[in-house]
């Protein structure tokens, strides 16, 4: 049994050699990052020279040294420092040196008499590769016409019609104008980089967001497809700012909306105020039908692909006020860009999506249970309202009728 002096010293002398432990692992680390292992494969035992017992004894020192890795194309050199490529070296029964890997997809071999000659040979190869890719990225591909395919084979069977639509005005609008006739190879970071600058001197923030993940997307496939030998998207800085939240509109711009839909009843208007009233996304106006007492939509939210899931907001008092004035079938003719636009025009500080704003706010306003306007919106279960809550709200119909009668101001 050990006394309490006894047992410190115990315990100190793990601590010190706990100590040295982790001092020589360091080491080890420190040392071995400095170079390249070459792991020696299938050796083929011969009749030893001096050369080849220092290999045998030694045969995990055999490296790349840092001048040799200098020597390398650029962009391998990391990847050797790294360990990230493994090579490999065999003795041949001829008994020269073999140096071999995979990069990229290529098998880069060296043979030579000597392991000096067969790592320079190497290094060579490495170089011939490297100019090989250059080959391939100079082909006269122009990114309009690449960057129209890959929309079409990429994106179009894979995304909703309108999604699709959204990449193709983008590219029209800010691509087509910067790089259409620019060779694909080309186009550098600098180029790109210039581009997205000007979105942050306008404060186009979520336009900037959207583009940079295409063009991203696009040199990423790009890459793969061998046209260029890195993505110059790598390293672009995309613009952003503080997201703009949308503002429900007062009680007096509602009520001279409200005014203005009485005296002129143009088609937008009358989309103006059932959106007002029922809280849908622009997309979703296309595929509204009213049934008993509810307005059915198509939820916008939903991937190609998925299921369709159609939501139910029952009309409110506000809305049966004014549905006879509304023609329903004229309003879901409309384009979403030629509404948003004569929407502007009447209030020229506020968007089309924050009348949504407006209802959720005169909902919870007027005391409609918040998991219940949740419901409406579409808006998916979170921690606070789980899918169970949702789905006993979405079956029991009186309950929602019983809220919406709240709805009236």
């Not at 390293?235 to 009680?251: D, N, R, S, V, W």
Request: aromatic share 10%; glycine share 2%; charged share 30%.
């Amino acid at each position: 049994m050990l006394n309490e002096k006894e047992f410190y010293e115990k315990l100190l002398l793990i601590n010190q050699l706990t100590l040295e432990l982790i001092g020589d692992i360091n080491e080890y680390k420190n040392t071995r990052s400095k170079f390249k292992i070459l792991h020696f494969k299938d050796y083929v035992d011969r009749k030893s020279t001096n050369e080849d017992l220092q290999l045998n004894n030694n045969c995990e020192d055999v490296l790349f040294t840092p001048k040799e890795i200098n020597k390398m194309p650029k962009e391998f050199r990391k990847l050797f420092r790294t360990n990230k490529i493994s090579a490999h070296v065999r003795l041949q029964k001829n008994g020269s040196y073999e140096i071999r890997c995979q990069l990229n997809y290529n098998q880069i071999t060296a043979t030579a008499k000597t392991i000096e000659q067969a790592k320079e040979k190497f290094i060579t190869r490495l170089c011939i590769i490297k100019d090989n890719t250059k080959i391939v990225s100079k082909k006269k591909i122009l990114f309009g016409d690449y960057f129209v395919k890959w929309l079409e084979l990429t994106k179009k069977p894979f995304v909703k019609e309108t999604t699709y639509a959204d990449y193709v005005k983008l590219y029209n609008t800010y691509i087509k104008i910067a790089f259409e006739c620019k060779e694909v190879c080309k186009i550098t970071q600098f180029d790109l980089q210039a581009f997205f600058n000007v979105y942050e001197s306008t404060g186009k923030y979520n336009t900037a967001k959207k583009l940079h993940q295409l063009m991203k997307a696009v040199f990423e496939y790009a890459y793969i497809d061998e046209i260029v030998s890195r993505s110059p998207m790598a390293k672009i800085k995309c613009p952003t700012g503080e997201k703009e939240h949308g503002t429900a509109l007062t009680l007096e711009e509602e009520k001279n909306l409200i005014n203005l839909f009485k005296t002129k009843k143009t088609v937008s208007l009358q989309a103006f105020v059932f959106i007002l009233y029922t809280g849908i996304r622009r997309s979703e106006l296309a595929s509204v039908e009213i049934e008993n007492g509810f307005v059915n939509v198509t939820c916008a939210k939903i991937r190609k692909g998925k299921k369709e899931k159609t939501r139910r907001i029952p009309i409110s008092p506000m809305l049966q006020k004014y549905l006879p004035q509304i023609d329903l079938e004229k309003i879901k003719a409309l384009k979403m860009t030629n509404i948003s636009k004569t929407f502007k025009e009447f209030m020229p500080t506020h968007h089309l999506h924050e009348l949504r704003h407006t209802f959720i706010t005169r909902c919870q306003e007027v005391g409609i249970r918040r998991e219940i306007v949740s419901l409406w919106a579409g808006h998916v279960a979170d921690s606070s309202i789980t899918s169970t809550v949702y789905t006993h709200l979405e079956k029991n119909e009186q309950i929602q009728l019983d809220e919406i009668k709240k709805f009236k101001y």
